[in-house]
């Protein structure tokens, strides 16, 4: 390395800048054991197709533009049917789905119920849209989630939303209560 040689000017400078320096009694540094991060848990990779059931198992007729959807799960009563129509759960949450190409729209749907279901959320609200200009004047949207809604394993009851909240264009879902840890 060469030594450059520097000017008193620029050396009284970079004294001027500098101001007043103490000297260190000591170039070794103690680490203080209280200031370590504690460790935390790596958060495991989550397989969101697991939470879908069997696709063959399940098969439910087409349903068009203005049709309403509804289902309750095994076990489930009427009433839980007609309380989430009525809005008596309240919504949690919502997403709005509609205009997403369906792979798109599953891996959302898939990433909001989980997001939902750790958060002990139980009424959410999906906007899947009505399908107007989807191809052979059918919707795949509406139709695609009323298949996966079917499927999830924590899903317990599904209906169309009043029409002040989309009507046919949306649906209200009630989800398991899961125990806090």
């Known amino acids: 390395m060469v030594k450059k040689n520097l000017s008193q000017e620029d050396i009284d400078l970079f004294r001027q800048s500098i101001g007043k320096v103490d000297p260190l009694n000591s170039n070794k540094i103690l680490l203080n054991q209280k200031d ?11 397989d969101l197709a697991t939470n879908l059931l069997n696709a063959e198992a399940l098969e439910p007729e087409k349903v068009g533009h203005e049709d309403s959807l509804s289902y309750t799960a095994p076990g489930i009563q009427n009433n839980v049917l007609k309380k989430l129509r009525k809005g008596f759960f309240g919504v949690d949450a919502d997403i709005d789905l509609h205009g997403l190409t369906s792979n798109n729209s599953k891996i959302q749907l898939l990433n909001f119920l989980n997001t939902c279901i750790n958060s002990n959320y139980r009424c959410v609200h ?14 795949v949207l509406k139709n695609d989630l009323n298949l996966w809604l079917r499927q999830h394993k924590d899903v317990q009851a599904f209906c169309s939303a009043p029409q002040s909240a989309g009507g046919t264009g949306a649906v209200f879902v009630l989800l398991k209560a899961h125990k806090l840890t």
Do not use: L
């Open 36 to 46: 370590k991060p504690k460790p935390y848990p790596k958060t495991k990779s989550v």
């Open 126 to 139: 999906i906007v899947h849209g009505k399908g107007y200009r989807s191809a052979e004047n059918h919707p």
